[in-house]
């Protein structure tokens, strides 16, 4: 640290503080850790110490400091003291390291973006029936067993050449930009979206031109415009999409696919559809393969509806692409599990387990609505939404995961979900002033009464300390 710094314990003692509440304590010192004057690693003071020079008790700054660390601005190293977290492990990319919730225990977390796993159907049975060897004929024989490669194309929302199963969404998003995509090229994506697809992208060299999102999906105007700079794929939710829970409706992906069809100089344009809740969702099936199907590659994960342990996601599309992706994926895992590819089927055609997807829905559609409700009651202009998240604005980002925090609430913060234009425009308080900060809620994990949850989320929502972070 430098020489010329202010010292921490001095910084934190001299700062102003709205009130001496564990709330305004914690809102200020993240304020400091946001704009810098705190920075990363630094050792902040020790609770009595603090609270001697702010004439509080001890137990008001150790409630501050636990809401700090629940936000996931601070971190505890036992006798050492508490610091300033720093940078996260590499194993997670970018964006991802953004969504990562801190292992700080919370009353409630609403930040991962899983499901309930109460509402998941059993795997008993289903085990019982695999196999009791993990043998196969050939390292070369199809990759997807025939009877669940029937039963997913008696179920697929086009006629696609070809389906194939691998390990999770983002594995066959990843495979297919990767045979699609090359340095240098332009993707279109949804603003908001899901962060891995950003850091996939950065991965691979590749621009993000993000398309804005009403209460139907991605705007065919903004695509129109964004087609313009000859992307090489286009990338989107059809159905409860992360983070804003909005889905598709058949006359939307109708209008995107004409926009496509009428756009100059983008005859290699790929789309590729990551439909992750399908199952749960209250919507039908929407794919713009109906319009499109030599372009369009959909993928449908099952980890929402039947377990993200299970890794397993099913894809289809035009035939010689998806035997690339195939070819390539022998010289790598070869195939996903037929264990597990048997435990899938077994799930989607048991009548108990097809029962306990059907309920999950109902009972997902039911908690977006409840807390939706609630909170619009109260104040807070949440959109309607599918599957299990809710994107709700707020005054401030980080005052709100504060706040949540405080209150022994963890939600996800809204940025990493910005491709790079709009975090930037974040960064420098434009959407602040128009009341465009945003944080996930993982709707699908409350329980029970919502009113206190949506009385402390409303809170949170309204809350701006001074310096507007």
Do not use: C
Request: neutral net charge; glycine residues 10%.
């Amino acid at each position: 640290m430098s020489s010329e710094r202010v010292d921490a314990a001095q910084l934190i003692s001299h700062a102003k503080f709205p009130d001496a509440s564990p709330r305004a304590i914690a809102g200020e010192i993240a304020r400091l850790v946001n704009s810098g004057e705190l920075g990363a690693g630094e050792r902040l003071p020790t609770v009595r110490d603090l609270a001697a020079a702010l004439g509080v008790s001890p137990a008001t700054i150790s409630q501050a400091w636990q809401a700090l660390a629940r936000a996931g601005l601070i971190e505890s190293r036992g006798r050492a003291g508490s610091f300033v977290r720093g940078a996260a492990s590499a194993r997670l990319a970018p964006r991802m390291r953004g969504m990562a919730a801190p292992d700080d225990p919370v009353r409630l977390d609403l930040s991962r973006g899983t499901p309930d796993p109460l509402l998941l159907p059993a795997l008993g049975p289903a085990l019982s029936r695999v196999s009791a060897r993990a043998e196969t004929g050939s390292y070369q024989a199809e990759p997807v067993i025939p009877a669940l490669a029937r039963v997913l194309r008696d179920s697929w929302p086009s006629d696609a050449e070809q389906i194939m199963v691998v390990d999770g969404a983002l594995d066959a998003i990843s495979r297919t930009l990767e045979q699609v995509v090359r340095f240098g090229d332009r993707v279109v994506v949804e603003s908001p979206g899901f962060p891995p697809f950003l850091d996939l992208l950065e991965v691979l060299g590749a621009t993000p031109v993000p398309v804005r999102l009403d209460g139907e999906g991605m705007r065919p105007d903004a695509l129109a415009a964004a087609l313009r700079q000859r992307p090489a794929a286009l990338l989107l939710q059809p159905r409860a999409q992360n983070p804003t829970g909005v889905s598709m409706t058949p006359a939307r992906a109708e209008a995107l696919a004409r926009v496509i069809e009428a756009a100059e100089r983008v005859d290699g344009l790929i789309v590729i559809e990551d439909d992750h809740s399908g199952l749960i969702s209250i919507e039908g099936d929407v794919t713009l393969g109906a319009w499109l199907p030599d372009r369009v590659v959909h993928v449908r994960s099952f980890s929402k509806s039947h377990g993200p342990d299970l890794r397993i996601a099913a894809l289809g599309g035009p035939r010689d692409l998806v035997e690339h992706i195939a070819g390539r994926r022998m010289l790598g895992p070869g195939w996903t599990s037929r264990m597990l590819q048997t435990i899938l089927l077994d799930l989607l055609t048991d009548g108990a387990s097809i029962d306990a997807v059907t309920e999950a829905r109902r009972q997902y559609y039911t908690r977006q609505r409840t807390l939706g409700d609630a909170l619009r009651s109260r104040g807070v202009a949440a959109a309607p939404a599918d599957g299990i998240n809710l994107w709700m604005p707020v005054l401030g980002e980080r005052s709100a995961l504060v706040q949540l925090a405080a209150a022994g609430i963890r939600v996800a913060a809204g940025t990493p979900f910005l491709a790079a234009s709009d975090a930037t425009d974040a960064a420098n308080g434009m959407r602040q002033r128009t009341g465009g900060d945003y944080v996930r809620v993982t709707v699908g994990a409350v329980r029970g009464d919502v009113d206190p949850v949506a009385d402390d989320l409303a809170s949170a929502a309204s809350h701006l300390v001074a310096g507007g972070y």
